[in-house]
Nanobody, 123 residues
Framework: QVQLVESGGGLVQAGGSLRLSCAAS????????MGWFRQAPGKEREFVVL???????YYADSLKGRFTISIDNAKNTVYLQMNSLKPEDTAVYYC?????????????????WGQGTQVTVSS
């Protein structure tokens, strides 16, 4: 079992950057498929990016080039670097870990979730 704790959210102006962190305890993160999702008010949870245990990454098409996932194995932490932020990026961002193999762009594939961190982008 793994416990996930996100941090790094906050208020930023459009065009700015934030780096979210997802610190894990209990198990080594690199053995999981790690995903970031986000949920805006009144909307469903949305896939952002996936980093599989073999280091392959997949990004939501609309976010390619602006968001980057990375992992620091020594710190057992996954990061989401977000650049050129837009007001429509405003949401609660969640990291999640999966032991599954399929449908990893769907929230239902994930076994463990963090509590979320709020990102607000002002125009």
């Amino acid at each position: 079992q793994v416990q996930l704790v996100e941090s790094g959210g906050g208020l930023v102006q459009a065009g700015g950057s934030l780096r979210l962190s997802c610190a894990a305890s209990g198990r080594t993160l690199s053995t999981y498929h790690m995903g970031w999702f986000r949920q805006a008010p009144g909307k469903e949870r949305e896939f952002v990016v996936l980093r599989q245990s073999d280091r392959t990454t997949y990004y939501a098409d609309s976010l390619k080039g602006r968001f980057t996932i990375s992992i620091d194995n020594a710190k057992n932490t996954v990061y989401l670097q977000m650049n050129s932020l837009k007001p429509e990026d405003t949401a609660v961002y969640y990291c999640a870990a999966s032991t599954g193999m399929y449908r990893l762009t769907f929230a239902s594939a994930y076994d463990y979730w963090g509590q979320g961190t709020q990102v607000t982008v002002s125009s």
